[in-house]
């Protein structure tokens, strides 16, 4: 079955940066877009960010715009999310998730997301 597994979240200064990573099993990994969102304390799941398969073609939330990169290995199945220029406003726990469909300006419905990994962005 679909395991995504994050990792790479902890506690940075704002202005700070991290990375993070997503370890994927379970399916043709390349074939994928996948996504990366988050969830904020007291808030609903907010998409931040999409690659493609081939990681030719990515988006971005207006959020994530300019401070946030996602990228991919597909040799590791691993994809990753830097985040430089963090705000207190970043603050969420983040998934990795496959076949996010979006409407709107929120998520309608995910096929699989991971654990999550929490980040604290402190002013």
């Known amino acids: 079955q679909v395991q995504l597994v994050e990792s790479g979240g902890g506690l940075v200064q704002s202005g700070g940066s991290l990375r993070l990573s997503c370890a994927a099993s379970?399916?043709?990994?390349?074939?994928?877009?996948l996504s990366w969102v988050r969830q904020a304390p007291g808030k609903g799941l907010e998409w931040v960010s999409t690659i493609s398969g081939g990681g030719g073609i990515t988006t971005y939330a207006d959020s994530a715009k300019g401070r946030f990169t996602i990228s991919r290995d597909n040799a590791k199945n691993t994809i990753y999310l830097q985040m430089n220029s963090l705000k207190p406003e970043d603050t969420a726990v983040y998934y990795c998730?496959?076949?996010?469909?979006?409407?709107?300006?929120?998520?309608?419905?995910?096929?699989?997301r991971g654990q999550g990994t929490p980040v604290t962005v402190s002013s």
């Open positions: 998730a496959k076949g996010v469909v979006r409407t709107g300006g929120g998520i309608k419905e995910y096929e699989a």
């Open positions: 379970g399916f043709t990994f390349s074939a994928y877009y």
